[in-house]
């Protein structure tokens, strides 16, 4: 073999796993690159099992009645950096609550990216507000800040980044339009903690910060959201709006409102979890951090494989989900459900992401609704799915591959077992492209 061959094939190969870089891919009868699972989550011991019997044998289960919330959210608000937190029942809940604090209603806009979980508009939808797509940037599967301006219209009424998969939105670029057209930032983060821009903790740069602390996330009490601001203010209303209109300081016999509400709340049982959860956190973060960087090293040798960026100045990923590009055409035209059948044949368990928001169903059937018709009209609603075309982010979903949380959370060597089955197909693409 010529050295320039073997260089090369040693770059797009790295040897990495104890299997025989010869041998066939698991589809095609070959031995799996993996056999044992990867690390199951959550992880919890009996500082959650200990937490959790001292709120039941309090006797104190909801807000209000035990401090457990408050201590979980005085942390939480230390740990981002900020003034206030309000912990809530979920992380769709903490939208909704920014959202009618804010006082988002009929009319409003509010611009988003495509590529996020759907709750990012069912929060704008259930306002009968309008959400407004902005194409998304290839690179780094976020917003695309430097299209912002154009969405914006006199009805525009706020800017809503999603810091997806753990990595930043281009605050920078979206503060700088927020400021000069006078737009309020809600940074839904759901995604992201710990994540950082420019060594500062996202979530804490707009308005208001949401997370979500569902099941799946990097910080999880199976249900639980928060929000977070520097505005003790604004906290205090988003208090009032997720508490039924009721304020901190009500009486229980007194029962005047201000303002609409929902009840929203987080229980004593969640916010003892989080707690408990939170003393892991940091170190399960960096462990992600040098998995996804050793990981990344390893792919970009890979030819047809583009693991996602971030900008410059997004100091720390929190790698909530490990998002590459995968390129067929590299891959003897191997379509991507097949790579992700024969990455599931190896051991490695992969997705294709989400579908492009802004072509759902669910959009047409809701802007269709008698509510949204009486409140928009026909003709503003057609010009609506005329200007919320994002063709970038139409070619993203069908590249995107992901890797969950979880799977950067064992050793080094999973890490390499990845690369490895990654390789393994691509070089046996064109026999599993005929099989």
């Known amino acids: 073999m010529k050295r320039r061959k073997f260089i090369g094939s040693t770059l797009a190969a790295p040897a990495l796993a104890q299997t025989q870089v010869s041998s066939k891919p698991a589809l095609l009868g070959g031995t799996p690159v993996r056999a044992s699972k990867f690390p199951g989550w959550p992880v919890q011991d009996s500082l959650e099992a200990t937490g959790l019997e001292q709120v039941l044998r309090s006797g104190k289960w909801g807000r209000g009645t035990g401090q457990t919330v408050a201590r979980f959210e005085a942390a939480y608000a230390e740990k981002m950096g900020t003034k206030a937190c309000l912990a809530t029942a979920n992380g769709t809940s903490s939208l909704l609550i920014a959202l009618g604090a804010l006082g988002i209603g009929p009319g409003d806009e509010v611009i988003v990216p495509p590529y996020t979980f759907v709750a990012t508009i069912n929060a704008i939808l259930q306002n009968f507000a309008l959400p407004v797509f902005v194409d998304s940037d290839r690179d780094t599967f976020q917003i695309d800040a430097r299209k912002i301006e154009a969405a914006i219209t006199p009805e525009t009424a706020v800017l809503m980044p999603v810091h997806l998969g753990g990595n930043a939105a281009d605050l920078d670029t979206v503060l700088d339009i927020a400021t000069r057209r006078k737009l309020t930032v809600v940074e839904d983060a759901a995604q992201a903690h710990l994540a950082e821009w420019r060594g500062r903790k996202v979530g804490s740069f707009g308005r208001v910060g949401c997370f979500s602390f569902q099941a799946s996330k990097n910080l999880n009490s199976g249900e639980g959201g928060a929000l977070i601001s520097n505005d003790e203010a604004f906290i205090d209303q988003c208090y ?87 390129d067929p055409a590299h891959f003897a035209g191997l379509p991507r459900a097949k790579f992700l059948k024969a990455l599931q044949a190896e051991g490695i368990p992969g997705s294709g992401g989400y579908s492009p928001l802004n072509r759902e169903p669910l959009l047409r059937n809701t802007l269709r609704s008698k509510g949204y018709q009486r409140i928009y009209g026909e003709k503003r609603l057609k010009t609506w799915f005329e200007r919320n075309e994002c063709p970038v982010n139409d070619q993203l979903c069908q590249e995107a591959v992901w890797f969950t949380q979880t799977m950067l959370l064992g050793p080094r060597t999973d890490m390499e077992q990845i690369a490895e089955a990654i390789s393994r197909i691509q070089r046996h693409a064109a026999e599993l492209a005929k099989s």
């Open 240 to 326: 009032a709006f997720h508490n039924n209109s009721r304020r901190r300081n009500t009486a229980g016999s007194d029962f005047s409102y201000l303002s609409r509400g929902l009840n929203l709340r987080l229980t004593e049982f969640q916010g003892s979890l989080l707690l408990s959860q939170m003393s892991r956190l940091e170190a399960q973060s960096k462990t992600r951090e040098t998995n996804a960087a050793a990981l990344t090293a390893m792919l970009e040798r890979i030819p047809g494989i583009v693991p996602a960026k971030s900008y410059a100045h997004c100091t720390r990923n929190a790698f909530h989900l490990y998002m590459l590009r995968y």
